[in-house]
């Protein structure tokens, strides 16, 4: 096929080179965002006495059919264009002849491919910030129903102290609410049109790049136009949002996979969310929190890839620039996919409350509440720290555990030791004992869930 640009070449570009720089086979998934912009530059070319107000009409309606077209399929990419933009341009010119030709006035591909992809990220990441809400509710729900079961709250993976599951929980939903407000913030500074940039230095005709802006949603202008070509900031600060997305994934996937082992056995996950193996009959694999763990690693990789793309690449637009979309366009593939698998699965799995109780009954988590009585009797808390760390040798010289200690072997540790420190060590007044804010009481989880609540009816 002739190329748009051939006018200048005395030969063809070979058929390696030609397949090596098309982009059409990625960037096709931007159709909507280049035809929506491609109709608001024709009317401000109208509007701006650049093209004929006629010329400008048989322009925005031969593209809304295009579209339409290539919605319902009837219309396919054509493969052999170098990209969407000189496809939709090709269409518009087979069909409606000169006029189309008059589109690219005043434009370059330069600035509609960084209007495209602004646009394109922008209706992708509010999808994913559905996608993120839909996951903080299915957390705050399982958090509700378990705001009083309590198990083992850990550090350095060794039991610690008592917590609720809820209390678990809603950590998570803390972190997803963030995620939100990075890619809210990220699209914010995002939402600049680059569109009237033109190639890098702007233009001779008389545009009007306020309008093409507001009629397509952005809050404002790109100030310089060789910054408007040449900015791929928002794609850095997309990929780190993705990223953090995908770590918090993944460490909520490495609890799913820990507490679905027998050694743990703190929940079971749905038969629909898990999967057997080939040869060990009684295998029931965690594979979804699996690959949501594994799957974090291409999401960074596309990170490090476009940071490391536009380093040291001179201004303006340089076609190294074209590798911003394959990476960006992979992670939210990845980031949706893993969210929409991640949040029935948590819906779906059962809690075995028993279990996280009987794990929290043994490993001293009650220690530091042991230590916290004999403060309130007044002792210093290092001196009780000390004393109730010879208490816990004790008991596991002796095999047992601080509920089954005797009055009497407590008072030889201290005389403030009295009948009452056997309610104080109950794991449910432990529990329920924690009144700082932000603590694994029943009431304060429930404060975190109202204020996650309330968070996300007000986004
Ligand atoms: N396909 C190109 C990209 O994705 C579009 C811009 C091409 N501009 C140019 N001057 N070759 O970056």
């Given at each position: 096929?002739?190329?748009?640009?051939?006018?200048?070449?005395?030969?063809?570009?070979?058929?390696?080179?030609?397949?090596?720089?098309?982009?059409?086979?990625?960037?096709?998934?931007?159709?909507?965002?280049?035809?929506?912009?491609?109709?608001?530059?024709?009317?401000?070319?109208?509007?701006?006495?650049?093209?004929?107000?006629?010329?400008?009409?048989?322009?925005?309606?031969?593209?809304?059919?295009?579209?339409?077209?290539?919605?319902?399929?009837?219309?396919?990419?054509?493969?052999?264009?170098?990209?969407?933009?000189?496809?939709?341009?090709?269409?518009?010119?087979?069909?409606?002849?000169?006029?189309?030709?008059?589109?690219?006035?005043?434009?370059?591909?330069?600035?509609?491919?960084?209007?495209?992809?602004?646009?394109?990220?922008?209706?992708?990441?509010?999808?994913?910030?559905?996608?993120?809400?839909?996951?903080?509710?299915?957390?705050?729900?399982?958090?509700?129903?378990?705001?009083?079961?309590?198990?083992?709250?850990?550090?350095?993976?060794?039991?610690?102290?008592?917590?609720?599951?809820?209390?678990?929980?809603?950590?998570?939903?803390?972190?997803?609410?963030?995620?939100?407000?990075?890619?809210?913030?990220?699209?914010?500074?995002?939402?600049?049109?680059?569109?009237?940039?033109?190639?890098?230095?702007?233009?001779?005709?008389?545009?009007?790049?306020?309008?093409?802006?507001?009629?397509?949603?952005?809050?404002?202008?790109?100030?310089?136009?060789?910054?408007?070509?040449?900015?791929?900031?928002?794609?850095?600060?997309?990929?780190?949002?993705?990223?953090?997305?995908?770590?918090?994934?993944?460490?909520?996937?490495?609890?799913?996979?820990?507490?679905?082992?027998?050694?743990f056995k703190f929940i079971e996950l749905d038969d629909?969310?898990?999967?057997?193996?080939?040869?060990?009959?009684?295998?029931?694999?965690?594979?979804?929190?699996?690959?949501?763990?594994?799957?974090?690693?291409?999401?960074?990789?596309?990170?490090?890839?476009?940071?490391?793309?536009?380093?040291?690449?001179?201004?303006?637009?340089?076609?190294?620039?074209?590798?911003?979309?394959?990476?960006?366009?992979?992670?939210?593939?990845?980031?949706?996919?893993?969210?929409?698998?991640?949040?029935?699965?948590?819906?779906?799995?059962?809690?075995?409350?028993?279990?996280?109780?009987?794990?929290?009954?043994?490993?001293?988590?009650?220690?530091?509440?042991?230590?916290?009585?004999?403060?309130?009797?007044?002792?210093?808390?290092?001196?009780?720290?000390?004393?109730?760390?010879?208490?816990?040798?004790?008991?596991?010289?002796?095999?047992?555990?601080?509920?089954?200690?005797?009055?009497?072997?407590?008072?030889?540790?201290?005389?403030?030791?009295?009948?009452?420190?056997?309610?104080?060590i109950d794991l449910v007044n432990c529990v329920e004992?924690?009144?700082?804010?932000?603590?694994?009481?029943?009431?304060?989880?429930?404060?975190?869930?109202?204020?996650?609540?309330?968070?996300?009816?007000?986004?």
């Amino acid at each position: 096929m002739e190329k748009m640009w051939a006018g200048r070449f005395a030969k063809s570009l070979d058929k390696l080179a030609d397949d090596f720089t098309s982009s059409i086979h990625f960037d096709c998934r931007m159709f909507r965002q280049d035809i929506r912009g491609s109709i608001e530059h024709a009317v401000m070319l109208g509007k701006q006495g650049i093209i004929s107000t006629d010329d400008a009409k048989r322009i925005t309606d031969e593209l809304s059919s295009i579209l339409s077209q290539l919605e319902s399929g009837e219309l396919e990419f054509d493969m052999e264009c170098e990209d969407i933009h000189m496809f939709i341009e090709k269409i518009l010119t087979e069909r409606i002849g000169d006029a189309g030709k008059k589109l690219h006035t005043a434009r370059s591909r330069n600035d509609q491919v960084a209007l495209d992809i602004r646009m394109y990220l922008r209706d992708e990441t509010n999808e994913i910030i559905v996608l993120l809400k839909n996951l903080i509710s299915t957390i705050t729900e399982k958090a509700e129903e378990h705001k009083a079961s309590i198990m083992p709250g850990y550090t350095h993976l060794q039991r610690a102290q008592p917590v609720t599951f809820g209390h678990h929980l809603m950590a998570y939903a803390m972190m997803f609410l963030r995620d939100i407000s990075r890619l809210r913030d990220a699209v914010k500074r995002m939402n600049m049109s680059p569109i009237g940039c033109c190639a890098l230095a702007g233009t001779t005709y008389d545009t009007d790049r306020d309008y093409e802006a507001s009629a397509l949603g952005f809050d404002g202008i790109v100030q310089n136009s060789m910054d408007g070509v040449s900015d791929r900031d928002f794609c850095i600060e997309l990929l780190s949002a993705y990223s953090t997305i995908m770590m918090h994934l993944s460490r909520f996937s490495e609890e799913i996979i820990l507490w679905s082992s027998w050694e743990f056995k703190f929940i079971e996950l749905d038969d629909s969310y898990t999967t057997g193996s080939s040869i060990m009959p009684q295998k029931k694999n965690p594979d979804m929190a699996e690959l949501v763990r594994g799957k974090t690693g291409r999401v960074y990789g596309n990170l490090m890839g476009t940071l490391t793309m536009l380093k040291g690449l001179p201004l303006a637009y340089n076609k190294d620039m074209q590798e911003d979309k394959e990476a960006i366009f992979d992670s939210i593939d990845t980031v949706k996919v893993c969210l929409r698998v991640f949040t029935p699965m948590i819906a779906a799995m059962q809690v075995l409350t028993d279990n996280m109780f009987k794990a929290a009954q043994k490993g001293f988590i009650n220690a530091t509440d042991l230590a916290d009585y004999l403060v309130k009797k007044g002792m210093p808390f290092r001196s009780a720290y000390k004393i109730v760390g010879e208490i816990v040798a004790e008991c596991i010289s002796k095999s047992i555990v601080l509920e089954e200690m005797t009055l009497d072997e407590y008072k030889k540790h201290s005389e403030l030791f009295d009948d009452d420190l056997y309610g104080e060590i109950d794991l449910v007044n432990c529990v329920e004992k924690r009144i700082s804010k932000g603590s694994t009481s029943v009431s304060s989880v429930e404060q975190q869930i109202e204020y996650v609540t309330e968070a996300l009816e007000n986004d």
